[in-house]
């Protein structure tokens, strides 16, 4: 940093994704300019929310951690979404991530954007040393009640994984497994395999809903997802019901 850089270099220095140099870092604290010391508030707080990242991602994995020691390496974590809306299937899927897998900011799939969802859903499927899917559609919800509708998708999503030597899952007791598993309240802000299931469940159903709005543009399902939304409740209302509805849940509007 033989000459004084632009406020832009220093910007392009500090945000690259090449840790800083202590030595520049010096200089730059030492620079009276206004824009110089904003960068440098900016880069701090980065670091800050990094940081924070780091000890979330940290605090997740405890579950996995302590299987993972004990030489359990395909534990999977299972979600499913979808027990609310009004119409659409009820999805579930199951997640084995490896002992290194590490994505800073993964959560609950209800606690991130749209946009980070799809990336984040990207990026599990691709590293997952396996991952399946489970759907229960909305006939079989109004046979079997959404419960064990649920349970169902679980199962199936469980079932087309090759090996499984743990399971944890989002708060439901699955009874039928053959090997170990825990049910965690609050599962997918708690393990990080839940919590993948839960995204890669979320953008599965979400892409379902949005082929449903094609054959059904006027209930808006690829916003809604098949809640009962204020628009989506007046669609049903001048429209009637479609084979995606779940008729148990609109007894007084199905005749």
């Known amino acids: 940093m033989k000459d004084k850089w632009t406020i832009n270099q220093i910007k392009n220095y500090l945000f690259s994704d090449e840790k800083a140099s202590q030595d520049i870092l010096t200089k730059l604290y030492s620079d009276p300019r206004k824009g110089v010391k904003k960068m440098l508030t900016?880069?701090?707080?980065?670091?800050?929310?990094?940081?924070a990242e780091e000890e979330h991602f940290l605090e997740i994995?405890?579950?996995?951690?302590?299987?993972?020691?004990?030489?359990?390496?395909h534990i999977v974590g299972v979600d499913e979404v979808g027990r609310g809306p009004l119409a659409g299937p009820v999805v579930a899927a199951a997640v084995i991530l490896p002992n290194n897998f590490k994505l800073l900011g993964i959560n609950d799939s209800k606690k991130l954007s749209k946009k980070k969802r799809e990336l984040y859903s990207q990026y599990i499927t691709t590293h997952a040393l396996d991952y399946s899917?489970?759907?229960?559609?909305a006939a079989e919800i109004d046979q079997i009640n959404i419960l064990q509708a649920s349970k169902k998708a679980m199962y199936q999503a469980i079932n087309g994984l090759e090996q499984i030597d743990y399971v944890l899952i989002d708060a439901v007791k699955l009874e039928k497994l053959s090997v170990p598993s825990d049910a965690?309240?609050?599962?997918?802000?708690?393990?990080?395999?839940?919590?993948?299931?839960?995204i890669v469940a979320k953008v599965t159903r979400d892409k379902m809903m949005e082929n449903i709005h094609e054959e059904y543009p006027s209930y808006a399902f690829n916003k809604n997802s098949?809640?009962?939304?204020?628009?989506h409740l007046k669609a049903i209302e001048d429209n009637g019901l479609t084979s995606y509805h779940r008729r148990s849940f609109l007894k007084s509007l199905y005749n």
């Open 61 to 73: 994995s405890r579950f996995e951690q302590e299987l993972w020691k004990k030489d359990l390496t």
């Open 42 to 51: 900016q880069y701090e707080n980065r670091l800050k929310a990094q940081q």
């Open 184 to 198: 965690i309240i609050k599962g997918d802000q708690k393990s990080i395999s839940i919590a993948a299931a839960s």
């Open 226 to 231: 098949g809640y009962g939304t204020k628009d």
């Open 133 to 137: 899917i489970g759907v229960v559609d």
